[in-house]
């Protein structure tokens, strides 16, 4: 459930916000302006995996969560009281990327404590099943958000929905994350079942993750998960916009085809966690690498040579499936690859440095489009991607996926 509320926070401006735009920004640059809300967030989360991840190896990674999720749910409902274009101008959109830019902190910071905590606290036998069900929340949040904007658009029309509609989606955010507060204040402690020994706190975690004995661990990993958000801006954010420019599809069949593919690759994410405690971390990210490196190029242009019916939204959804599906045991091998004393140091770092190359396709799938063709160059992407999950995994030793975490 904490995934779930810093997925659906993170989700908010970018689907929550679109209809009311141009109430908010003003009617000029409105992409631009949109994109400064996304490189906001962007900014701010592998900033707050830096300084709360370190401050979760020193402190414990209980309270250390616990100020992330104070943060966004502060940060979120502050959002949610932005004054309109008409009030403070040009303000309202410096207002609303600040307080992104401080939520993406608090975001970053927040599951770089509470995943490797829930990591430290499952069975070894459950561990990937267990992160399974916690990365399939990301899919969950993105379709929650999308069906609340589409009920609010109906119940109160377009004009009232971006007057103050668009409010509503994060005030919820807001008070679900106060809510997940109480919850770890009350319940939630860093001792784990196993009674293990607590390790020597370092005095510099990040230092060591970043120049010392596990620089090399984090460079493996980041490679991995960069082939992975590879894929989720391939297979998600750029076909989502491929699709809508179709003359056979108008956006209630795009919204249709993205929430069944969403809900697909949701439970075959849980699925893979659990294979890979089966079959093996390590071998499981390299044989899923590689057969994504020729399936998902092969499903994503069939996809436009389909026309609109149930066999679109089928290709769309085996698309998903052999790509973002593999987030399933991330959760569990990022949390095995570094050891207690510095490990939220290190999945988080690993964990958000890796979204930048990825999230900068806007700068370089253009020319690679103008090279390869509209389709081309993002089958290309996704072949790529599929390599760098493959090559990521095979430069990293076999973890153990039936031993307590050191």
């Not at 608090?106 to 829930?118: H, N, R, S």
């Amino acid at each position: 459930m904490g995934n779930y509320v810093d997925q659906f926070d993170i989700f908010l401006p970018i689907i929550a916000l679109a209809p009311a735009a141009a109430h908010l920004y003003g009617t000029e640059n409105m992409v631009t302006n949109a994109g400064l809300i996304f490189i906001a967030t962007l900014v701010g989360r592998p900033l707050g995996a830096a300084v709360f991840g370190s401050l979760a190896d020193r402190i414990g990674r209980s309270r250390t969560t616990q100020i992330t999720i104070a943060g966004v749910a502060l940060t979120t409902l502050l959002i949610a009281a932005v004054p309109a274009h008409g009030l403070l101008g040009a303000g309202t959109l410096l207002l609303i990327v600040a307080l992104r830019f401080l939520g993406g902190i608090f975001i970053g910071g927040g599951y770089t404590a509470a995943v490797p905590l829930a990591m430290e606290w499952a069975p070894p036998r459950r561990r990937g099943l267990v992160s399974g069900l916690i990365m399939w929340m990301s899919p969950w949040a993105n379709a929650s958000i999308a069906a609340l904007v589409f009920v609010l658009l109906g119940a109160l029309g377009a004009d009232r929905y971006a007057d103050w509609g668009w409010r509503v989606p994060f005030l919820l955010g807001g008070l679900m994350a106060l809510g997940l507060l109480v919850y770890y204040r009350r319940y939630v402690v860093d001792t784990s079942p196993t009674d293990a020994p607590v390790p020597a706190r370092p005095r510099h975690p990040l230092r060591e993750i970043l120049f010392g004995a596990y620089r090399k661990q984090l460079w493996q990993v980041f490679v991995l998960m960069s082939g992975m958000w590879l894929f989720t801006n391939m297979a998600v954010a750029v076909l989502s916009g491929q699709l809508k420019t179709s003359d056979s599809l108008d956006d209630q069949r795009v919204a249709f085809t993205m929430f069944v593919a969403t809900a697909a690759s949701a439970v075959t994410m849980a699925a893979c966690g659990q294979l890979s405690t089966l079959v093996g971390r390590r071998r499981f990210f390299v044989a899923f690498g590689l057969a994504a490196a020729v399936l998902a190029p092969v499903l994503y242009l069939a996809v436009f040579r389909q026309g609109a019916g149930p066999g679109l939204v089928l290709l769309v959804a085996g698309l998903h499936v052999v790509t973002v599906s593999v987030y399933g045991p991330v959760g569990a091998y990022l949390t095995e690859r570094f050891p207690a004393a510095v490990r939220s140091s290190g999945y988080g770092v690993a964990y958000s440095l890796s979204i930048v190359l990825p999230a900068l396709y806007p700068y370089y799938l253009p020319p690679l489009q103008g090279l390869l063709g509209q389709y081309g160059a993002v089958a290309a992407l996704l072949a790529l991607a599929g390599a760098l999950v493959a090559v990521g995994a095979a430069a990293g030793p076999r973890v153990s996926t039936r031993h307590p975490l050191r």
